[in-house]
T-cell receptor
Framework: EAGVAQSPRYKIIEKRQSVAFWCNPI?????LYWYQQILGQGPKLLIQ????????DSQLPKDRFSAERLKGVDSTLKIQPAKLEDSAVYLC???????????????FGSGTQLSVL | GESVGLHLPTLSVQEGDNSIINCAYS??????FIWYKQESGKGPQFIID?????DKRQGQRVTVLLNKTVKHLSLQIAATQPGDSAVYFC????????????FGTGTSLTVIP
């Protein structure tokens, strides 16, 4: 089956500019996540969607980050304006999200590497 | 706060030897754990998982051990190969809490040919 698709693969912007990332989860996966992975660290959850609703966005810096999943499939994550400390890999993951062990595994995309200069 | 941590940030092993990667967790309510492998430039890839009602689970060349008494998780890789070189993360979650995983810092495994 096709995996989680993300684009762009790389993005370089200057601070105070805006940027958007796109994610297409595995077909049929109800739950979608955005993670931020700073170099040398583990992924940190930014936001979790169940279908088109937000389950948890407690760690999303809402003054500059926003995300949506309007039709319950694709999702976009936006940063506006970007700061130097936003330089990281932004990973999208999905899961079936219907309970039970097999449904709980996260499947990750390759990520978007963002460099803010 | 709660955290998932790893004992060693880097590990080097000879090809063919067995590797052991350790992980300590502090949330005693965590009851589901996953090991992920992340190669350079790629997203984390599922390796093996274990529930808290188990002590051991085996996969192909990999074994995960869970010691709930000391809140310790380990990943054993048998006959380590160059393709096993990557960063390994343990992730924990509490069941029925929105499927939120918390990741540790990671251990970088280097296999020496």
């Amino acid at each position: 089956e096709a995996g989680v698709a993300q684009s762009p693969r790389y993005k370089i912007i200057e601070k105070r500019q805006s940027v958007a990332f796109w994610c297409n989860p595995i077909s049929g996966h109800a739950t979608l996540y955005w993670y931020q992975q700073i170099l040398g660290q583990g992924p940190k959850l930014l936001i979790q969607f169940q279908n088109n609703g937000v389950v948890d966005d407690s760690q999303l810096p809402k003054d500059r980050f926003s995300a949506e999943r309007l039709k319950g499939v694709d999702s976009t994550l936006k940063i506006q304006p970007a700061k130097l400390e936003d330089s990281a890999v932004y990973l999208c993951a999905s899961s079936l999200g219907r309970g039970g062990t097999k449904n709980e595994k996260l499947f990750f995309g390759s990520g978007t590497q963002l460099s803010v200069l | 706060g709660e955290s998932v941590g790893l004992h060693l940030p880097t590990l080097s092993v000879q090809e063919g030897d067995n590797s052991i990667i350790n992980c300590a967790y502090s949330n005693s309510a965590s009851d589901y754990f996953i090991w992920y492998k992340q190669e350079s430039g790629k997203g984390p890839q599922f390796i093996i998982d274990i529930r808290s009602n188990m002590d051991k689970r085996q996969g192909q060349r990999v074994t995960v051990l869970l010691n709930k008494t000391v809140k310790h998780l380990s990943l054993q890789i048998a006959a380590t190969q160059p393709g096993d070189s990557a960063v390994y993360f343990c992730a924990e979650k509490k069941m029925n809490t929105g499927n939120q995983f918390y990741f540790g810092t990671g251990t970088s495994l280097t296999v020496i040919p």
